[in-house]
Nanobody, 120 residues
Framework: VQLQASGGGLVQAGGSLRLSCVAS????????MGWYRQAPGKQRELVAS???????NYADSVKGRFAISRDNAKNTVALQMSSLKSEDTAVYYC???????????????WGQGTQVTVSS
């Protein structure tokens, strides 16, 4: 299973970006999907997650500004980021919990990371 993230870039404070992540390979089902970020010198932290049924969870720092969504038919997860702040600058990673067959367990997979830089 491979995850490919895209959509990062440089944006001014107050602007918007949309990140996308698509999974490919041997996929039977995908449980939770999420986005994490890691700023220089800091630990990786959860930004947002979404269940197969669409229940979402957000870090307090992004509530009301970011929105996570998923397309189960396309094995994709997206993160719409608005009202961006300089403190949102980080490498963003997608993560998915994937079963490769009806009889296999769940493994977690990470995307390669995409840089988001917010200039003030």
């Amino acid at each position: 299973v491979q995850l490919q993230a895209s959509g990062g870039g440089l944006v001014q404070a107050g602007g918007s970006l949309r990140l996308s992540c698509v999974a490919s390979g041997s996929i039977f089902s995908i449980n939770a999907m999420g986005w994490y970020r890691q700023a220089p010198g800091k630990q990786r932290e959860l930004v947002a997650s979404i269940t197969p049924g669409g229940s979402t969870n957000y870090a307090d720092s992004v509530k009301g500004r970011f929105a996570i969504s998923r397309d189960n038919a396309k094995n994709t997860v997206a993160l719409q980021m608005s009202s961006l702040k300089s403190e949102d600058t980080a490498v963003y990673y997608c993560k998915m919990y994937v079963s490769s067959s009806r009889w296999s367990g769940v493994n977690n997979y990470w995307g390669q990371g995409t840089q988001v830089t917010v200039s003030s």
